[in-house]
T-cell receptor, first 111, second 114 residues
Framework: KQEVTQIPAALSVPEGENLVLNCSFT??????LQWFRQDPGKGLTSLLL?????REQTSGRLNASLDKSSGRSTLYIAASQPGDSATYLCAVPYNTDKLIFGTGTRLQVFP | GAVVSQHPSWVICKSGTSVKIECRSLDFQATTMFWYRQFPKQSLMLMAT?????????EQGVEKDKFLINHASLTLSTLTVTSAHPEDSSFYIC??????????FGQGTRLTVV
């Protein structure tokens, strides 16, 4: 059974810092991994999708890497801003495209 | 990215009434949509998979007669909470898959049953 874990559970940093959020999964037989952010009381916003054949994806200040063999993905946020404050979720598909979500990292960036 | 619109964003209803939530993929067709439920400070819990033109597949423990799902077209899925009770109060979110299997989510619906 696939299990997805995220570390740390919460993070509070001053703006400007470079951040690393970690996601680990127990079954490496995935065909993609997706990172989302969720603002309080809102739906999920897709940030990055990494296909299993890719090692990383970049979008602006965000960079996500994927190491299937070790069951890990990392989301790197450069030069963090208060607007980055949100909960970040990673997710992998299983059993006909259902998504299993990680436990989430609650990020607070203060001015 | 693709856009998924969910409506309403919040609803308050009386106990015993039914509430319908709509999920639309605005700029792509989605043969598969998903419905989730989320409790405060918890991650999303998958309720059911909605397939266009066929019956929804419910996760274990989810009452299919209480949470009616209809996926009548490639751009619309609806979730109806029937005979709602206060314990059904929650945040409901839908998602739709693109042909590249990327998931996009609606804005969510906050349901409060009084």
């Amino acid at each position: 059974k696939q299990e997805v874990t995220q570390i740390p559970a919460a993070l509070s940093v001053p703006e400007g810092e470079n951040l690393v959020l970690n996601c680990s999964f127990t079954d490496s037989a995935i065909y993609n991994l997706q990172w989302f952010r969720q603002d309080p009381g809102k739906g999920l916003t897709s940030l990055l999708l990494i296909q299993s054949s890719q090692r990383e994806q970049t979008s602006g200040r965000l960079n996500a890497s994927l190491d299937k063999s070790s069951g890990r993905s990392t989301l790197y946020i450069a030069a963090s801003q208060p607007g980055d404050s949100a909960t970040y979720l990673c997710a992998v598909p299983y059993n006909t495209d259902k998504l299993i979500f990680g436990t989430g990292t609650r990020l607070q960036v203060f001015p | 990215g693709a856009v998924v619109s969910q409506h309403p964003s919040w609803v308050i209803c009386k106990s015993g009434t039914s509430v319908k939530i709509e999920c639309r993929s605005l700029d792509f067709q989605a043969t598969t949509m998903f419905w989730y439920r989320q409790f405060p400070k918890q991650s999303l819990m998958l309720m059911a998979t909605s397939n266009e033109g066929s019956k929804a597949t419910y996760e274990q423990g989810v009452e299919k007669d209480k949470f009616l799902i209809n996926h009548a077209s490639l751009t619309l899925s609806t979730l109806t909470v029937t005979s709602a009770h206060p314990e059904d109060s929650s945040f409901y979110i839908c998602s739709a898959l693109t042909v590249t299997t990327e998931a996009f989510f609606g804005q969510g619906t906050r349901l409060t049953v009084v």
